[in-house]
């Protein structure tokens, strides 16, 4: 099988992702960069690729500014202590200053959002607004795609490595990858990058392991590129030993805010307790976090897991009684507050609707089960990984600053979204609004540092043999065996992935291991996972759809093994009730109120683990 | 097998300029044309977004839930309607339920990008505002923090 042909597309800024934060930065570098040929690079189709593709029934990050609802310094306070003190506060407030413009400009274009009779929005919590979001991502691409053009919009594109410069590695060039549904190479030459790639799904083993490993409660499609891309090229990342395990309705992985926040649900265990009241002692053990209002995300999880070890599941939320708390028995109420809960699922999450229905469960009349999940790396939502990036010129101070706001350590690549580590709670509308603060950085970077940015052959080269190689192993070895499947030469990326989310789960504090790892566990673990990655030499694919696959779970298992060796270095628990570290079961600010960052050298195969300081800056 | 064409309704999306609609727009590259029918190659990968059921133009795609937990016999099967969607959820136990609610205020197409923008490209370029929030950041200036480092 001979190489396909290469096309070649230079440009000034390349957009790598066109979920939110792509779509933000598209929109937002057309406004500022004149000239400037501006190109963004998708897997999917941006009308429904990206952890919102399906829709969204809440925009999770708003100030309310006009309404004088919140400030960004309190935005500040709430995000660090959620995150158990530990988040960049730069980062953090820049997207809260600028995120309420976002959400304006989306109603704008056409997003409903509730409102209350003076025709204020209608609130489910104090950052949380709640929408008719089914189409909240086709109605973001549009001005996107606009913006740019549609002849600058390539997708069902797999983006698989970035390229370095020929005379500076540490300077970015471009990026490569194939066309899935084209018998093509993609190679663009970039003098700037943005990453607005996803987090990573499918990483830890999944509670449902045959179909329902498509109902991950992050986007499917969130396959770790953010990751996967930065860290081969030796870009600094922190916080990758953050993972985010979320409570949500069993097996669909319904959301769970607007029960908590709108319809005032509780959850109890099987003897009838919340766990809210009867684990508040344990709050106590984490100060100052545990005693601050709202109980960080990770100690409420920590409080429901500790009646659940303790054998007092299944845990259930109260729909029943909230609802008919809500209506007092007015039929018409009734109807409001149940087209209301059903929404909430069939606008993002329609599975779970199909669960009750299947299930018989009606919401008014029966309590529904929640559990925790597997963890998810990623870092829009509440966690918190991903490259170690510049602070914005007027906020961040010297230690977080060089240059160009959301620039990582590698010249001309920028970062937003899940791509950005220690700024979390972003979700949709902030990611949104970082894409747009990076792209516009990255212009001014691209008006100061005007010389082209030069391809490196040999790396393209290589990379295109590379890439290419699992078609040519299953040609070349598919008749060693009578089973496609079954093969001494290779591996299939649905077997590597499986491989890669066993180990995550019994060496890296899974489900099935309580959340709980330690030193020795965590080492062996990393030795399983550097055969795996020898063994990535060795994928194979049937066709360009495996092909996509199999560079899939190479980015997973850059995830992977960049979480292990962070969850190594911390010799802490900081984030009880997303895992425990069981030889450090204490959260230790002493010594550990700092960011772990790590930097892979591709050159000598080592990763160097150190960390960096937290600056508190809002008083 | 999460999605599934019925291939009595399935016309293969004839006269479309993108080809079949569900090939189209699958977020994760999971469907495609198997003889003359949409056929879902992956279903253990497909998240049941619904994006190809909800623009499939014959109403051929479905969704049996996941075998891992959701029993047979439910349905929850959209229709799209001006600027929304109509549900219909259809339980176990053959209870209908129908919903609708709005998805867009504004016709697909209607988005101007920079309508009225009043900030400089150029003169703005080295500030922290972002386009248009001269118009759409609901205060009159962005905020910034007296830093305590």
Known sequence: MSLPNTETIECDLLIIGGGMSGCGAAFESKYWSGDMKVVMVEKAVIERSGATGEGLSAINCYMGQRYGWNTPEEFVKYVVNDMMGLAREDLVYDVGRHVDSSVHLLEEWGLPIWKKDNGDYERIGRWQIPIHGESIKPITAEPARKAIGQENIYERVNITHLLTDANDPQRIAGAIGFGVRENKFYVFKAKAVLITCGGASNVFRPRSINEGMGRTWYSVFATGAAYGLMIPIGTEMTQMEHRFVPTRFKDGYGPVGMWFQYFGAKITNSKGEDYTVTREAELHKYKPYGLVVPTPTPLRNHQMFLDIKDGLGPMYMGTDKAMQKIAGGDPKKMRKVKEEAWEDFLDMTISQALTWASQDIRPELTPSEVVLAEPYIMGSHSGESGAWVSGPEDLAPPDYFWGYNKMTTIKGLFAAGDGVGAAPHKFSSGSFTEGRLAAKAAVNFLNDNPEDSILNDGQVASLRDKIWAPLERFEKHKGASTAEEINPHYLTPYQALVRLQKIMDEYAGGTSAWYTTNKPTLERGIQLIELLREDLNKLAARDRHELMRCWEVVHRTWVGESHMRHLLHREETRWPGYYYRSDFPDLDDSKWRVFVNSRFDSETNEWELFTKPYINLIK | ?149
């Open chain 2, 1 to 149: 097998m999460p999605t599934f064409v019925d291939p009595n309704a399935c016309n293969t999306c004839e006269g479309e300029d993108k080809g079949p609609l569900c090939v189209y727009i699958c977020p994760n590259d999971l469907m495609k044309l198997e003889g003359d029918k949409g056929f879902n190659q992956e279903p253990n990968l497909c998240s049941e977004c619904y994006a190809c059921v909800k623009l499939c133009p014959t109403e051929a795609i479905h969704v049996r839930g996941y075998a891992d937990f959701i029993p047979l016999g439910a349905e929850v099967q959209p229709r799209r309607v001006e600027l929304g969607l109509t549900w219909t959820v259809r339980f176990r136990d053959g209870e209908v339920l129908e919903f609708t609610y709005p998805s867009r205020t504004k016709p697909v197409g209607s988005s101007i990008p920079y309508d009225g923008f009043t900030e400089d490209p150029i003169a703005d370029l080295r500030g922290q505002t972002l386009a248009g929030e001269s118009i759409w950041l609901g205060v009159d200036n962005l905020p910034t923090f007296v830093s305590n480092a």
